[in-house]
């Protein structure tokens, strides 16, 4: 509910930036950068990512209390986009972010995007990025990569949602963009479930990694054709 608080205010300030001219003053003239006004509106993208990723995972094992375990972890990843541009301000993307593997901890999403972007006053390279987005995440732990008093747990797959926001600014290139900001994201993981021994007996476990959040930054490039 935050980021889409904070994706709203956003919109909305820009919005009204745009819209307000003091009294007795006149509009500057619009000028666009030759790439939109070409209309090339297909998008293919890479991008660079690193984030801090948090989660509140809880812990069952059976016959024993639930155990509540804080994690975190740094992770650095690559983001492939295509998308399309509906006009200079509003464009439709497909994100693909793949985090590497850390401490046998890695995840994937996919996810649908709608980008505002309109272009910063008095300026006609540069454009602010506004994002809202959501879709399919992914994740695994390596078997044997999550301890519990000195028992390694199997390996764990979880298939859940994501959703989050971006912002930043968009500088325009001979034949592209360049991208620069930052990104906040909710991560349900959902539950996966595996074992530990406990005195030599197999114990059934779930780890649910449903309270999971990121938040980091992003660099790339955006090739317009």
Do not use: C
């Amino acid at each position: 509910m935050r980021l889409l608080v904070l994706f709203i205010f956003l919109s909305s300030f820009t919005l009204g930036y745009q819209s307000y001219q003091p009294p007795n003053t006149i509009s500057p003239q619009v000028s666009y950068h030759p790439l939109y006004e070409q209309r090339r509106n297909r998008l293919l993208g890479i991008y660079g990512v690193s984030n801090k990723t948090n989660s509140d995972a809880t812990l069952s094992i059976t016959g024993n209390n639930p155990q509540n375990h804080s994690l975190s972890e740094k992770l650095s990843g690559i983001g492939l986009v295509v998308g399309y541009l509906l006009n200079q301000n509003h464009r439709i993307l497909l994100n693909l972010e793949n985090f590497f593997k850390k401490n046998g901890f890695s995840y994937q999403t996919f996810t649908l995007n709608y980008a505002f972007t309109p272009q910063i006053p008095n300026t006609i390279k540069w454009r602010l990025l506004l994002s809202a987005n959501g879709g399919i995440a992914l994740a695994n732990f390596n078997e044997g990569s999550f301890v519990v008093n000195n028992s390694a747990m199997g390996k764990l797959k979880y298939t859940g949602f994501t959703y989050g926001v971006k912002a930043g600014t968009i500088y325009q290139t001979t034949y592209g963009e360049l991208e620069l900001g930052i990104q906040a994201r909710r991560l349900n993981f959902g539950k996966a479930n595996s074992s530990i021994p406990i005195n030599d007996v197999p114990t059934s476990t779930t780890l649910d990694l449903s309270e999971t959040s990121s938040t980091g930054l992003f660099l790339g490039y955006n090739f317009l054709f």
